[in-house]
């Protein structure tokens, strides 16, 4: 919400809040096919462990430990396709395991895509509207294109792909598109650039015409990714805060005081 502090704080550059991009999902819950769950005792990855819990678990008919980690495949983007894939067991709770389900045979499949940023993409700012802490009321309004509608349904296909290979659909968590600003990585809100006439900040994340104000966070990136932007921010952060170490070494002790 940093575009939602600059305007509260009367700094409201035109690009502020705009060129709003959000990683579209894509989310199913899958039970595994019978036969991958009676495959594991003849795989030589697992036959120990499942011969294991066997012996200690007679009455269990499933042939996966209770404390067997939870799984955790990644798949990353490529030209060929413009999302990347996430393969867990409801890690992060964009769909809850319904009552009396094992949650050793469910699979959950998120794939991320992108968009293309657009400046009629933003942030809107009510001066007469208030939020619950008293700041400036937000509306989103998140314009998609044509061709990224299609991207999106080409990610659906290839996730109904995928689930078809490991099992049926769990009753409730059939497959769906979630809800926009679920996935937490909008970008490009005070998005960097080399001209305040399209960005917040600058190369460094100095905000344009303050000379003592930094950014930091996925606003800053210009556009949207598939894959997670945190490691992107981080680096951005580094990069502005040698800037002001370098900066503030070459000022006089009267003018850093």
């Given at each position: 919400?940093?575009?939602?502090v600059?305007?509260n704080s009367?700094?409201?550059p035109e690009?502020?809040?705009r060129?709003l991009t959000?990683?579209?999902?894509?989310?199913c819950?899958?039970v595994l096919k019978?036969?991958?769950?009676?495959?594991?005792s003849?795989?030589?990855?697992?036959a120990?462990r499942?011969?294991?819990?066997?012996?200690q678990?007679?009455?269990?008919?499933?042939p996966i430990p209770?404390d067997e980690p939870?799984p955790n495949?990644w798949?990353?983007?490529?030209?060929?396709?413009s999302?990347?894939?996430q393969i867990h067991?409801?890690?992060?709770h964009?769909?809850?395991v319904?009552p009396?389900i094992?949650p050793?045979?469910i699979v959950?499949?998120?794939w991320?895509?992108?968009v293309?940023p657009q400046?009629?993409?933003?942030?809107?700012?009510?001066d007469?509207?208030?939020?619950a802490?008293?700041?400036p009321?937000?509306t989103?309004?998140?314009?998609?294109?044509?061709?990224?509608?299609?991207?999106?349904?080409?990610?659906?296909?290839?996730?109904?792909?995928?689930?078809q290979?490991?099992?049926?659909?769990l009753?409730g968590?059939e497959p769906?598109?979630?809800?926009?600003?679920?996935?937490?990585h909008?970008?490009?809100t005070?998005?960097?650039?080399?001209s305040?006439?399209?960005s917040?900040?600058?190369?460094n994340s100095?905000?344009?015409g303050i000379?003592?104000l930094y950014?930091g966070?996925?606003?800053?990136?210009?556009?949207?990714a598939a894959?997670n932007?945190?490691?992107?921010?981080?680096?951005?952060?580094?990069?502005?805060?040698?800037?002001?170490?370098q900066r503030e070494?070459?000022?006089a002790p009267?003018e850093?005081?």
């Amino acid at each position: 919400l940093t575009p939602q502090v600059l305007y509260n704080s009367g700094i409201r550059p035109e690009p502020l809040g705009r060129y709003l991009t959000e990683q579209p999902m894509t989310f199913c819950q899958i039970v595994l096919k019978q036969e991958i769950v009676d495959s594991l005792s003849e795989d030589p990855r697992f036959a120990e462990r499942v011969r294991a819990h066997r012996e200690q678990n007679p009455r269990d008919p499933v042939p996966i430990p209770e404390d067997e980690p939870e799984p955790n495949v990644w798949i990353p983007v490529s030209e060929e396709r413009s999302w990347h894939c996430q393969i867990h067991r409801d890690a992060f709770h964009y769909g809850e395991v319904a009552p009396h389900i094992d949650p050793r045979l469910i699979v959950d499949l998120r794939w991320f895509g992108l968009v293309e940023p657009q400046y009629e993409s933003r942030m809107t700012f009510s001066d007469t509207i208030t939020d619950a802490f008293g700041m400036p009321q937000l509306t989103f309004e998140w314009i998609v294109s044509d061709e990224d509608r299609l991207k999106q349904h080409r990610m659906m296909g290839d996730m109904l792909r995928a689930a078809q290979a490991l099992g049926g659909f769990l009753p409730g968590s059939e497959p769906q598109f979630v809800v926009p600003g679920l996935p937490i990585h909008v970008t490009g809100t005070t998005r960097m650039g080399r001209s305040p006439d399209d960005s917040v900040v600058d190369a460094n994340s100095q905000v344009w015409g303050i000379e003592n104000l930094y950014l930091g966070g996925n606003g800053l990136i210009r556009r949207g990714a598939a894959s997670n932007p945190t490691l992107t921010s981080i680096a951005m952060a580094l990069k502005s805060v040698e800037h002001i170490i370098q900066r503030e070494g070459t000022r006089a002790p009267e003018e850093r005081a």
